[in-house]
């Protein structure tokens, strides 16, 4: 998959979220990236997607804040070698975690519901 056909099928996702959750995304940038950097995946274990900033239900006096961040990795996502069907559901699957994240949902409640 090239990476505009990346980027697009990412848009669609997002495009695609039910209204609720929309109205629940505060001060967010979604971005694509090829890989991840050594910072950011350390164990070098192929991270799909990271989330970078406070969750909201950690905010306080959130005013003027810096956007949160999703990052989705192209690369790791591609070298699953999945076929396209099953890569699509893939990045849906990290988008809608990172995006857990962001709404305050933790690893171990995603783990519950079955999102991990």
């Given at each position: 998959?090239?990476?505009?056909h990346?980027?697009?099928l990412?848009d669609?996702i997002?495009?695609?979220?039910?209204?609720?959750v929309?109205?629940?995304?505060d001060?967010?940038?979604?971005?694509?990236?090829?890989?991840?950097?050594?910072?950011?995946?350390?164990?070098?274990n192929?991270?799909l997607g990271?989330?970078?900033?406070?969750?909201?239900?950690?905010?306080?006096?959130?005013?003027?804040?810096?956007?949160?961040?999703i990052t989705?990795?192209?690369?790791?996502?591609?070298r699953?070698?999945?076929?396209?069907?099953?890569l699509?559901?893939?990045?849906?699957?990290?988008?809608?975690?990172?995006?857990?994240?962001h709404?305050?949902i933790d690893d171990d409640?995603?783990?519950?519901?079955?999102?991990?």
């Amino acid at each position: 998959m090239t990476p505009g056909h990346f980027d697009d099928l990412v848009d669609r996702i997002l495009e695609d979220l039910p209204d609720w959750v929309l109205d629940e995304v505060d001060n967010l940038v979604v971005v694509v990236e090829e890989e991840p950097t050594p910072e950011q995946d350390p164990t070098g274990n192929g991270l799909l997607g990271l989330y970078e900033g406070v969750n909201k239900a950690e905010r306080g006096d959130y005013w003027g804040a810096m956007p949160d961040r999703i990052t989705i990795f192209r690369g790791p996502h591609l070298r699953l070698g999945l076929s396209r069907t099953a890569l699509k559901a893939e990045v849906r699957t990290t988008v809608l975690h990172e995006l857990a994240h962001h709404l305050g949902i933790d690893d171990d409640r995603l783990h519950e519901l079955g999102w991990d």
